[in-house]
């Protein structure tokens, strides 16, 4: 009964950020693209995008391996794994700019944990923390669906 205390907790305290907690990211973006960033422009808090996809896993990035895309900083963990953004980061950028694709599910752009991730057919999602991986994960199509409905209005 523990869990099921302490998961309602978590629920609750996902529900309350979602609603009333402001963005305290930075846009970075040209061309209608927002990025989440940091304020020093980082996207994604620093992490490897395409570690996700050929490691399987969350990696920090380097500032020596640093690839300028949509007016943000992606920073990776070797040099192959700049070449390969750098030759296609729209394969290898998480959807919704790095935010939280559970949030804006919902209608709310708030920012992600990249340590909480999904590659659905190919595509990187983050989401905000785990209860909301969780809670993503047990309607993907309806919440990639949701959420690709409302980051269309980012894009104007």
Known sequence: ??????????????VIY???VPLALVFAGSAG??????????????YDTVAYFTDGKAL????????????AQWLFANARHR?????????????????????LSKGKLVSADPQQWTIVEGKLYMKFNRPARDLWRRDKAGNIKNAEAEWANYQK
């Not at 693209?33 to 620093?46: E, F, N, Q």
């Not at 920090?60 to 007016?71: I, L, Q, R, S, V």
């Open 1 to 14: 009964m523990a869990g099921f205390a302490s998961n309602i907790v978590k629920l609750t305290l996902l």
């Open 18 to 20: 979602l609603a009333v």
């Open 33 to 46: 693209k927002l990025v989440a960033t940091d304020p020093a422009g980082i996207a994604i808090k620093g």
């Open 60 to 71: 920090k990035g380097k500032p020596e391996f640093a690839f300028t895309w949509h007016d």
């Open 83 to 103: 070449e390969l953004f750098a030759a296609d980061p729209e394969r290898y950028a998480p959807q919704f700019g790095g935010f939280c694709s559970y949030g």
